[in-house]
């Protein structure tokens, strides 16, 4: 059974920074291509940052290019999320989630977990 768990939300001033956390077992972690999502109340998850499952390739949605960092470490089945320069806007609920091929599509995701909140005080 896949399980995921964010952890790392909060509450954070604007322009201030966050490192979100995200721990996946029950599928041999290194074979997949992980995700970040994210979802407000009344709008479609969506798709934030992936990463390969080699770290050698790194991918973006326009609205967080250059404030966030995706990395991982196969060695603890984690993948984190640095977020820099925070906005109101990025206000959410956050989400990781294996992605394979790195699609950032949350229709083609199987596997979810709980999320951790992130709010961005202005």
């Known amino acids: 059974q896949v399980q995921v768990v964010e952890s790392g939300g909060g509450l954070v001033q604007a322009g201030g920074s966050l490192r979100l956390s995200c721990i996946v077992s029950?599928?041999?972690?290194?074979?997949?291509?992980m995700g970040w999502f994210r979802q407000t109340p009344g709008k479609e998850r969506e798709g934030l940052a992936c990463i390969n499952w080699l770290s050698s390739k790194t991918y973006y949605a326009d609205s967080v290019k250059g404030r966030f960092t995706i990395s991982r470490d196969n060695s603890k089945n984690a993948v984190y999320l640095r977020m820099n320069n925070l906005r109101p806007e990025d206000t959410a609920m956050y989400y990781c989630?294996?992605?394979?091929?790195?699609?950032?599509?949350?229709?083609?995701?199987?596997?979810w977990g709980q999320g951790t909140q992130v709010t961005v005080s202005s």
């Open positions: 029950g599928l041999t972690f290194d074979d997949f291509d």
């Open positions: 989630a294996p992605d394979q091929g790195c699609y950032l599509e949350s229709e083609k995701i199987l596997h």
